[in-house]
């Protein structure tokens, strides 16, 4: 089966360059890698020619969404495979590719496929654990039965690094036009609605991770109550914040048993950022335009809103 790898971009600099070369090594081949690069003038026009099987489409900062973007680009690719990545994700090893498909196509009621995402070495010691959390060593495969298993966790896909079979794909209609965040997961939950299974391959691996601040992190999960306010029909059958305070616990009691109390205060910080930034993003529609504004992390988001 055919794979294309589509990445969208901004301001990609020399670690890009190591993501396309990870990408060529691959053991399964890369049919194309399609990039939809926002901003001509950050792009460097030599890669084109480095790397011939690469096809880049640019658009403005305004123009770029989550899910509109990454569905322009699915209608660049013919493959027969779709893997999704971010320029900040790395493959962790020449077997990624060959181990999405193995998971994505071992069952055809599988319509995607998400890997799972190890720590950067400069990932400070909490996040770490983060990654351990919602990334763990065991695979699995997620139905519509499992819901009351693993309630908002169902539905968790990430397209840091994804691979989704194109027909399934076309048969939910893509991703969503307008994404401020959480267009993976809006997908996988369609997937899932119509009886199709999405699958955690935890040995296709890449490495990612983020040491953000406490605003950071209000920042992210205002964007992320934005968008599960925006698709009620899917996140209000299964609520988050479970799924939050069981990280919070299970990571305080990590703290406790490995002697790392003075980290206590960071989770107790990043957890109120985390809680305040979510429920404000969940009722954005109370929240005045600037007010708005200084809560999320994508403003061009609401600025294409307000047009």
């Known amino acids: 089966m055919t794979v294309d790898v589509i990445i969208p971009t901004y301001k990609p600099g020399e670690s890009f360059e190591e993501l396309l070369k990870r990408i060529m090594r691959q053991e399964y081949s ?11 003038e950050y792009w460097n026009t030599k890669w084109e020619t ?73 990932c400070r010691y909490l996040e ?47 991703f969503v036009d307008r994404a401020i965040f959480n267009e993976d997961m809006i997908a996988a939950a369609n997937m899932i609605n119509k009886g199709y299974g999405i699958a955690y391959a935890a040995d296709a691996q890449v490495y990612h991770s983020h040491n953000y601040s406490c605003a950071q992190q209000f920042h992210r999960n205002f964007d992320l109550g934005v968008s599960q306010a925006e698709h009620p029909e899917i996140f209000d059958k299964v609520p988050s914040e479970g799924e939050g305070l069981k990280l919070v616990m299970k990571s305080a009691g990590y703290l406790l048993r490995h002697g790392r109390v003075w980290l206590l205060p960071q989770l107790a910080g990043q957890s109120a950022a985390k809680l305040l930034g979510y429920r404000l993003g969940k009722r954005y529609q109370k929240l005045s335009p600037k007010m708005i504004r200084k809560c999320t992390m994508n403003p061009a988001y609401w600025e294409r809103i307000t047009d």
């Open 30 to 40: 890369v049919r194309k890698i399609i990039v939809m690069n926002t901003e001509k």
């Open 50 to 122: 480095q790397y011939p099987n690469l096809e880049v489409h640019h658009l403005t900062r305004a123009q770029f969404d989550h899910g509109r973007t990454r569905k322009t680009a699915a209608e660049y690719s013919e493959a027969d495979i779709m893997v999704f990545m971010t320029q900040d994700a790395f493959p962790a090893d020449r077997k990624l590719i060959g181990n999405l498909m193995k998971a994505l196509t071992g069952d055809a009621s599988i319509g995607a496929a998400y890997a799972r995402q190890l720590p950067k070495s400069e």
């Open 128 to 174: 770490r654990y983060t990654r351990s959390f919602n990334y763990p060593e065991k695979s699995s495969v997620k139905y519509a039965k499992d819901i009351e298993r693993y309630g908002i966790k169902t539905y968790f896909c990430s397209n840091v690094c994804a691979a989704y079979r194109k027909n399934i794909y076309l048969e939910i209609g893509g």
